[in-house]
């Protein structure tokens, strides 16, 4: 019985660790690759072919103006149009963005909260349109027929004229408006940029305007563009740092959180309709996505020629007869998944914080984590409050099975006495065991309960480590200053590769000797696997095996007593 408890426990360590390894490799092992052909344009060009056409024949990379129509292949033939070499600049609470008037496009978006890197100043850069990545939010209108009524055409988007080149969010102002406007024989658009103080979604707004001779038939697409440079949210967690999703999403209010990786954008995969649902690109903290406002949305994806991959939603088919106007709009969201800042979005889009198969444990740690917090005032010292609160949780169960493994240790030299007297009589010696364990009431499997009932909850940990924006950068101690990423110095692991060979010492040693062999080398390969995990989980682990040890030492003493006693009672 010993031995099956030995290796179900082993079993149940490998077994983490294996998940652990998967969690690595899921979605990252797939993302692609920077192709040796994909074309990746400067900052100074803007790809005018990413405008829908009315023809089934394109070469646009996204799907034609009709609604009905939605290709799954990439077309070919693109050209490329200069940018305006003018750029609007907004600064907000939230951001700094950078508006392209040609197209009308947000070709730039740092957040002003969150640093690039742990000792850079500068703000992380989630949109941009450089010589090093291409990652940008697009949207448009364009007419079905591609009459010279248009306002986007392919090889040619609008060209839009603006009040001033610069925009700042003043103190005490709430919302900032930047309106840009295109006028062609009668045909007035303007399409309105609305940020909003303390929130990350923007509104994009268009009133169509038609004072010509004729109705203006065409459709709203709203998407985003991104090339397959790497993700940079995993900037400086070094070479095996925990790889997490880079790829597409989308949700509708039936069915609110899919993944749709970049391989996939040309498999036909994303046809749904919704007028509450969102469609993006998530990656590691951030998210990037548009809602439809006022209309029903067709969602589509795309790989194009160059290498680029494409995803976003075409509205409804609009009508505007003449002398009338409309307002059309779609909204925004290029920021940090931070729970509360996503919730409200659309449905579902708070579950682009991806917690795997492990989120109610994960949210259910979360909550726990995040009310600590609001006290201490320190993630660090917030992890060992959680540490101590799911020990105190557990504390009734593992009692009994810290107990059972104390009458274990008190019991091997018996065990090991059957031993030698029954030699290769299995059969005997696990008789004369049960007795034993029946004597004593000691049940071997109660030991196996801390473990395996810690093994969710290690997993839902890792995940809640790995995927909380708010633990990204966020310091505990002198050495440790972030702790999403690794301990730079390695000292956790050690420790916690200490405290872990410690704890055994408190344990029932095995009888048999290649158990014991294996069981002296965990704590060596544990500490391995610690090295490059989070300084935040290998803490938690850590503390765990401390407060264990400590448990443990209690109730070893009590047990000695329990048999001094009884020797004591039995001698007299």
Not at 332 to 353: I, S, W
């Amino acid at each position: 019985m010993q031995k099956i408890l030995r290796v179900l426990i082993i079993i149940a360590m490998l077994i983490t660790a294996y998940l652990l390894v998967l969690a690595w490799q899921k979605d990252y092992a797939n993302a692609p690759a920077p192709s040796a052909d994909a074309v990746t344009p400067s900052v100074s060009t803007t790809t005018g072919s990413d405008i829908p056409t009315s023809s089934g024949v394109s070469d646009s990379d996204i799907p034609v103006s009709s609604v009905t129509d939605i290709p799954g292949t990439p077309q070919v033939g693109e050209t490329t149009e200069v940018a305006s070499d003018q750029l609007i600049n907004v600064t907000t609470d939230r951001y700094q963005v950078k508006i392209d008037p040609q197209g009308g496009n947000l070709v730039y978006a740092a957040l002003r909260d969150y640093n690039a890197t742990l000792d850079s100043e500068n703000p992380f850069v989630l949109l941009e349109n450089s010589a090093q990545r291409v990652y940008i939010a697009q949207s448009g209108l364009i007419d079905f027929n591609n009459n010279g009524d248009g306002i986007d055409k392919p090889g040619n988007p609008a060209k839009y004229s603006y009040q001033s080149s610069s925009y700042d969010m003043q103190p005490g102002q709430d919302i900032l408006e930047v309106p840009l406007v295109y006028e062609q024989d009668g045909l007035r658009v303007t399409k309105t940029f609305v940020f909003t103080r303390g929130k990350y979604p923007i509104n994009v707004n268009y009133n169509i305007n038609n004072t010509t001779d004729k109705d203006w038939n065409g459709t709203l697409f709203a998407q985003l563009k991104r090339d397959s440079s790497k993700d940079p949210g995993m900037d400086g967690k070094g070479a095996l740092s925990m790889a997490t999703y880079l790829g597409g999403a989308w949700g509708v209010p039936n069915d609110e959180y899919n993944k749709l990786k970049f391989k996939n954008f040309n498999d036909g995969e994303l046809t749904a309709n919704s007028s509450k649902g969102w469609v993006g690109i998530v990656q590691h903290y951030f998210v990037s996505a548009w809602t439809p406002g006022n209309f029903t949305g067709k969602f589509f994806s795309r790989e194009t020629a160059n290498g680029d991959y494409i995803i976003g939603m075409l509205s409804q088919p609009l009508a505007v007869p003449v002398n009338k106007q409309i307002n059309v709009n779609a909204t925004l969201y290029a920021g940090p998944k931070v729970q509360e800042q996503l919730k409200g979005f659309a449905p579902g889009f708070e579950k682009t914080v991806d917690y795997g198969w492990a989120w109610p444990i994960s949210k259910f740690l979360f909550l726990i984590l995040s009310t600590i917090h609001s006290v201490v005032g320190n993630w660090g010292w917030a992890i060992i409050g959680l540490t101590l609160s799911v020990k105190l949780a557990l504390m009734w169960i593992s009692h009994k099975s810290y107990y059972s493994m104390a009458k274990m240790r008190a019991l091997a030299p018996r065990l090991a006495a059957l031993k030698e007297e029954h030699g290769d009589d299995r059969m005997k010696m696990s008789q004369e065991m049960m007795a034993i364990y029946k004597e004593e009431k000691v049940n071997p499997m109660a030991g196996c309960l801390p473990i395996l009932l810690q093994m969710p909850i290690f997993l839902g940990l890792y995940y809640m480590l790995v995927e909380s924006v708010e633990l990204r950068h966020a310091p505990w101690i002198l050495w440790i200053q972030d702790l999403s990423s690794m301990d730079p110095w390695f000292i956790l692991p050690i420790l916690m590769g200490a405290s872990m060979f410690a704890q055994q010492s408190f344990s029932p040693q095995p009888t048999d000797p290649m158990q014991a062999k294996v069981m002296k080398f965990l704590p060596i390969i544990f500490t391995l696997f610690m090295l490059f995990f989070p300084a935040g989980l290998v803490l938690y682990w850590t503390v765990n095996n401390l407060f264990t040890m400590g448990q443990q030492y209690l109730v070893n003493k009590k047990v000695e007593k329990e048999q001094r006693e009884k020797a004591a009672n039995a001698a007299s």
